[in-house]
């Protein structure tokens, strides 16, 4: 059964290899489309920062009320085609990933064992807390792997791990 600790830990790694996949990379190149289809950078890198919000959430705790809008990147939300209205810029993402990490791993460096093994409502019928902030790592992780890909696009095919 996968801990707390342990899950800091992980999401702490991931966030090293998200950093180190978009180090070099513009807003612009952000943007880039995947042929023959496919989300671009932006919108995944703003996809991850919604599912932190989301696993902050389900560990009991709310988002900071001063996120930028992130409603252009949530669950079925339309790809990102380029800039304009609700894109976020590169930056301004990999900053509230950041700061969402963090609090995501203190949420759970301080959550009581007892809470992280209660019942919640999940779209599954009733989990484990753990089991559902783990089903939204596992979404995180199958998100943060594509970036590599999608830093290729922008000739940045340098190996990362």
């Not at 801990?3 to 807003?27: I, P, R």
């Not at 807390?129 to 830093?151: A, D, P, T």
Request: net charge negative; charged share 20%.
């Amino acid at each position: 059964m996968i801990n707390k600790n342990d899950l800091a830990k992980l999401l702490f790694e991931e966030q090293d290899l998200m950093l180190k996949q978009v180090d070099g990379l513009s807003h612009a190149d952000s943007l880039l489309q995947p042929q023959p289809g496919g989300n671009c950078l932006n919108w995944v890198m703003g996809h991850l920062v919604v599912n932190l919000a989301d696993i902050l959430q389900f560990l009991g705790a709310e988002p900071p009320a001063d996120l930028p809008n992130l409603e252009h990147y949530g669950y079925g939300s339309q790809p990102v085609l380029g800039d304009g209205p609700g894109v976020l810029e590169l930056n301004l993402l990999v900053d509230t990933y950041l700061r969402l990490n963090t609090l995501v791993t203190e949420r759970l460096a301080n959550i009581a064992d007892a809470e992280f093994d209660d019942e919640i409502e999940f779209f599954q019928g009733k989990n484990r807390r753990g089991y559902v902030v783990f089903f939204f790592f596992y979404h995180h992780s199958y998100h943060l792997g594509q970036l590599e890909q999608l830093r290729n696009l922008a000739g940045r095919t340098e190996k990362i791990v």
